[in-house]
Nanobody, 121 residues
Framework: QVQLVESGGGLVQAGGSLRLSCVAS????????MGWYRQAPGKQRELVAIMTNGGTTNYADSVKGRFTISRDNAKNTVDLQMNSLKLEDTAVYYCNALVRTNWGQPNNDYWGQGTQVTVSS
């Protein structure tokens, strides 16, 4: 089993910054993809940013130029630096990891419990 634990959410004023962190633990051979999704009230969960273990990134258009994702493959961590936060960034942010737990077996998808980010005016 694999666990993802997030930290770093909170309340911030518009224009401010927050940094989210996530660490994966458990039976892990590798993590091909790791990243962040978010879900605002009444909306579907959406991709924010993901990063492969080779360093390829994918960002939502709405956060490009403001958010930066980074990973430490050796420590199984992923961070999200969020700058110039907007009211519409308010959401629960979820860490996600596509994890290989055994060689020769399919990868499995894991989610963290979520951390609230609230941007106020």
């Amino acid at each position: 089993q694999v666990q993802l634990v997030e930290s770093g959410g909170g309340l911030v004023q518009a224009g401010g910054s927050l940094r989210l962190s996530c660490v994966a633990s458990g039976k892990i051979v590798s993590i091909p993809v790791m990243g962040w999704y978010r879900q605002a009230p009444g909306k579907q969960r959406e991709l924010v940013a993901i990063m492969t273990n080779g360093g390829t990134t994918n960002y939502a258009d709405s956060v490009k130029g403001r958010f930066t994702i980074s990973r430490d493959n050796a420590k199984n961590t992923v961070d999200l630096q969020m700058n110039s936060l907007k009211l519409e960034d308010t959401a629960v942010y979820y860490c996600n990891a596509l994890v290989r737990t055994n060689w020769g077996q399919p990868n499995n998808d894991y989610w963290g419990q979520g951390t609230q980010v609230t941007v106020s005016s």
